[in-house]
């Protein structure tokens, strides 16, 4: 009742077919024999919460949720509240429009960490509601260098409560959201992220199959917009 149901059960043995691990395993010795897979149950779309409790009994460690759209279904604030009683609940990760995440930040006060993984609401939120956590997302990755951290910057003034200067320091990069947004192109956004991280000076290369690659029009979209992004090299 976490989400998996029979779609999860059949894709960890689907995963391993595409990855064509039997031959290799067959290469050591071993003798392989794929029997189908494990049927999962009907996705009953219950509450998640006896899942989660499940966990915090079986596992002493700390438990951050997360729910987007992706999922298939949206947690309720008032739910994500309910399961945030857990002893072993410390954030959330909560990727839906903001009346949504901000009335969860209003249920659940100091007891959890509430995040989510808009870049462009990061400052409002601190401000707003008070956060002090930006769990993963891949502005702070793609909209920064060495020579010019200004997520990092407006993020520490808004910490110390000069917001006039954080939101100046926000606004400037407008020019690099837009930019990123402006040259992506359909299909391709791990593709993208991963050239556009080479413009940077960083690591990319290629996507593995089957994410599609870039073509030579793309990478020259993207180069030119990167040119416009004003973002500072080292």
Same mark, same amino acid.
């Given at each position: ?83 945030? !009683? #857990?002893?072993?609940? %410390? ?5 839906? /429009?903001?009346?949504?995440?901000? &009335?969860?930040? +209003? ?90 991280? !080479? #413009?940077?000076?960083? %690591? ?5 199959? /089957?994410?599609?690659?870039?073509? &030579?029009?793309? +990478? ?15």
């Amino acid at each position: 009742d976490i989400g998996a149901g029979s779609r999860g059960a059949s894709m960890g043995p689907e995963a391993l077919r595409v990855a064509n691990i039997a031959p290799v395993l067959s290469a050591h010795g071993l003798d392989v024999l794929d029997k189908g897979n494990v049927v999962g149950p009907n996705n009953p779309w219950l509450p998640p919460v006896d899942g989660y409790r499940h966990l915090s009994e079986v596992l002493d460690i700390g438990i951050a949720m997360w729910n987007h759209p992706d999922c298939g279904y949206l947690m309720s604030p008032q739910l994500c509240a309910r399961i945030a !009683e #857990l002893p072993n609940i %410390v954030a959330i990760k909560y990727s839906v /429009p903001r009346a949504m995440y901000s &009335e969860l930040s +209003r249920l659940v006060g100091d007891r959890i960490q509430v995040s989510t993984a808009s870049e462009e609401e990061w400052l409002d939120n601190i401000i707003e509601l008070g956060w002090r956590l930006y769990l993963c997302s891949t502005p702070p990755l793609l909209l920064q260098t060495a020579a010019d951290r200004r997520i990092h910057d407006y993020t520490q003034l808004a910490f110390a409560g000069r917001h006039d200067e954080a939101r100046r320091v926000r606004d400037s990069l407008n020019p690099a959201r837009e930019a990123f947004k402006a040259c992506k192109p359909q299909g391709k956004p791990q593709a993208q992220s991963k050239y556009w991280l !080479e #413009l940077l000076g960083q %690591v990319g290369g290629p996507v593995r199959r /089957p994410l599609l690659a870039l073509n &030579e029009a793309e +990478r020259a979209s993207i180069r030119e917009h990167f040119a416009q992004s004003g973002l500072r090299l080292a």
